[in-house]
């Protein structure tokens, strides 16, 4: 049985990611501060209370670790808040935001590396990372910042495991632009505080933002057929 470890799992990508790989008959452990409807095992957890993390993935493995034949960690969850111009954003909500999106996934991922580091199967790591962490966006200073921090992080887990002796393959991967809770709270900030807002507005309007369903089956395709030591750390999903 392969087992799948989803963080922010209660909506959006997260979400479809859940219900699309227990319909495929995966063992999947959704994380969120909510439980959605309709999952099979699910813990209730605040990602920000980041002392915690360690020991929950160590109990999540050692929980379901009888019968299983791969490993993966997908850390999904993730925040856009606090947008504003930096000098005009609140310091306790860039601590959180940094928190959720860069410090949660270092520390599970060094958690799930550490407790595996002697199965000699499957195990991999897909951080759902952001075209933000490439290129620079007035408003989303600390969500460019945390989404860069996840693509070098990746970098560097790619390059200490390709020494392991059973090593963690490892992808931080772009969705593209997704019709979720995200998007509805970029539409609603103020142009002062993002600038780009009108280009947002318009891919709604457009119809030019994925599903988040589409999204998730596209994730779970390119996890299903791609090598990820070909594709390399940094991957976008629209080029596959």
């Known amino acids: 049985m392969e087992l799948y470890i989803v963080t922010g799992a209660s909506k ?18 959704g994380i969120a501060r909510t439980s959605p409807e309709g999952a099979e095992k699910f813990v209730i957890t605040d990602l920000a209370e980041t002392d915690k993390l360690t020991t929950l993935i160590g109990n999540l493995i050692e929980e379901n670790s009888e019968g299983t034949t791969s490993f993966t960690l997908i850390n ?9 111009l930096i000098g005009e954003v609140e310091g306790e909500a860039i601590a959180q935001a940094i928190a959720v999106n860069l410090t949660a996934p270092m520390i599970l991922s060094n958690a799930f590396i ?22 620079a966006y007035e408003g989303w200073g600390t969500y460019c910042t945390t989404k860069a921090g996840l693509d070098h992080f990746s970098r560097v887990v790619a390059l200490e495991q ?3 002796t059973n090593p963690v393959d490892i ?3 772009a969705p593209g632009i997704i ?16 600038p780009l807002l ?6 709604k ?12 089956e596209k994730l779970i395709a390119f996890m299903e057929n791609e090598d990820f030591k070909s594709v390399g750390p940094i991957a976008d999903i629209r080029n596959f």
Not at 76 to 84: E, K
């Open 198 to 203: 009108d280009q947002f507005i318009h891919y």
């Open 205 to 216: 309007e457009q119809g030019l933002l994925s599903s988040a369903e589409q999204t998730a």
């Open 162 to 164: 390709a020494n392991s």
């Open 12 to 29: 959006g990508i997260g979400f479809e990611l859940l219900k699309q790989l227990q319909v495929k008959g995966k063992k999947v452990v």
């Open 114 to 135: 550490s407790k595996i580091k002697d199965f000699d199967g499957k195990k991999r790591i897909v951080n759902i990372s952001s075209g933000a962490g490439r290129n």
């Open 76 to 84: 999904n969850a993730g925040m856009v808040d606090p947008i504003g």
């Open 179 to 194: 019709d979720t809770g995200m998007q509805e709270t970029i539409r609603a900030s103020g142009e002062g505080a993002f």
């Open 171 to 173: 992808v931080s991967i």
